[in-house]
Every structure is written in structure tokens, then in C-alpha cells.
T-cell receptor, first 107, second 112 residues
Framework: KNEVEQSPQNLTAQEGEFITINCSYSVGISALHWLQQHPGGGIVSLFMLSSGKKKHGRLIATINIQEKHSSLHITASHPRDSAVYICAVRGTDKLIFGTGTRLQVFP | NAGVTQTPKFRVLKTGQSMTLLCAQDMNHEYMYWYRQDPGMGLRLIHYSVGEGTTAKGEVPDGYNVSRLKKQNFLLGLESAAPSQTSVYFC???????????FGPGTRLLVL
């Protein structure tokens, strides 16, 4: 069993839909990261959080430390949100990555 | 400010050949990392460095060597390439412990 599990693996949505991507982990962490990997391959950090909730534009990330679970929400999804979303948890100096959720948003 | 850059972007090697991938960052970051990304798997850490002159093994270090002679550069070497090393390689850096990592654009390596 992977230490970081994401669901779903693949997600298709119509433009405007509300999107939720889930991340569960089984190790103790100091922080959790959400990353976005564009179709061209580049990886960008979206959020780093250790408790509660963070919001940036249409993206919202939440974490429940007791349940070892985090969610990434996208409101009013748009085709430009199409990407792979990666959850990663930080133990000590290193990150442990999930396998990613591939999101496709159609007009 | 170029951020994190990687050279080359794409390379084809024959089994047994050697090569060096270069990662450079202009943000004065202490920590640097080399990852590989394979289909169906999360990014896996190959080697990392917590400062100039230091390196450490990650999750999948076999077949790779690294050097951090200058703070801004982190080199990943393949002494004798194998088809199993066909992958996309990402470099990343961050300033301090607990901060966000910044990723390079990746190097696609094909070993025949």
C-alpha cells in the first residue's frame, strides 16, 4: 500500500463543474503539498498546508490531520484547469508523492 | 530570475553510455533534489543536497551519482546508462526546511 493515495486517478468534468480531488496518507507529516503538472510537463506548487484550509482564486485546499486526509477543490472549473494534480506529504527533509489525479475539463 | 533550469531538455542514449544532467537555480536555495517520474508512479527521489558540498541518497539512488560543488548547481550523473533509467527527470530546489519546492521543466531521457 502506497503511503500517499489519491482518488480518483482520472476525472472528467464539464466546464463550470465543482471538482474535488482527495488525498489520504498513512505517515506522520509536517506539511502537505498540492502540485499541478501541466500537459507540457512543468510542475507548479499550488498549496502547502499543515492545518485547516487555504484558498487561492478558484482553488481551495483543506486538510484534516486527525483523519490523515486532504482535499483539493476547484470551483467553476475551466478547460485551462486540465492537468495532473499531485498530492505530496513532507515527513522530514523529503516529500512522498502520490501518483496524481488526471483532470480533463471540457467546454 | 530564471528559477530552476535543467539541461538538456531531451536526450537519447545507448545502453552503457554516460551523461550528466545539469540543474541550476538562481534563487540562492540551500536544498536541491533530483527526482524521476515514471508512468503510474509518483515522483521518486534519487538524490538530494542540503547545501553546497553535501549530497545524500534518496529512495532510488542506484545507478546515479551527484555532485554539488557550487550552491547554484546540482549535477546528476549516469555512469553506464540502462534502459530502466528511461524516465523524465525533475530537479527541484527550496530555500529552507519546510518551504515550497520549485521544480525545473524536466529532462526526458530515453535509453535504448
Amino acid at each position: 500500500k502506497n503511503e500517499v493515495e489519491q482518488s480518483p486517478q482520472n476525472l472528467t468534468a464539464q466546464e463550470g463543474e465543482f471538482i474535488t480531488i482527495n488525498c489520504s496518507y498513512s505517515v506522520g507529516i509536517s506539511a502537505l503539498h498540492w502540485l499541478q503538472q501541466h500537459p507540457g510537463g512543468g510542475i507548479v506548487s499550488l498549496f502547502m498546508l499543515s492545518s485547516g484550509k487555504k484558498k487561492h482564486g478558484r482553488l481551495i485546499a483543506t486538510i484534516n490531520i486527525q483523519e490523515k486526509h486532504s482535499s483539493l477543490h476547484i470551483t467553476a472549473s475551466h478547460p485551462r484547469d486540465s492537468a495532473v494534480y499531485i498530492c505530496a506529504v513532507r515527513g522530514t527533509d523529503k516529500l512522498i508523492f502520490g501518483t496524481g489525479t488526471r483532470l480533463q475539463v471540457f467546454p | 530570475n530564471a528559477g530552476v533550469t535543467q539541461t538538456p531538455k531531451f536526450r537519447v542514449l545507448k545502453t552503457g553510455q554516460s551523461m550528466t544532467l545539469l540543474c541550476a537555480q538562481d534563487m540562492n536555495h540551500e536544498y536541491m533534489y533530483w527526482y524521476r517520474q515514471d508512468p503510474g508512479m509518483g515522483l521518486r527521489l534519487i538524490h538530494y543536497s542540503v547545501g553546497e558540498g553535501t549530497t545524500a541518497k534518496g529512495e532510488v539512488p542506484d545507478g546515479y551519482n551527484v555532485s554539488r560543488l557550487k550552491k547554484q548547481n546540482f549535477l546528476l550523473g549516469l555512469e553506464s546508462a540502462a534502459p530502466s533509467q528511461t524516465s523524465v527527470y525533475f530537479c527541484a530546489s527550496r530555500r529552507l526546511a519546510g518551504e515550497t519546492q520549485y521544480f525545473g521543466p524536466g529532462t526526458r531521457l530515453l535509453v535504448l
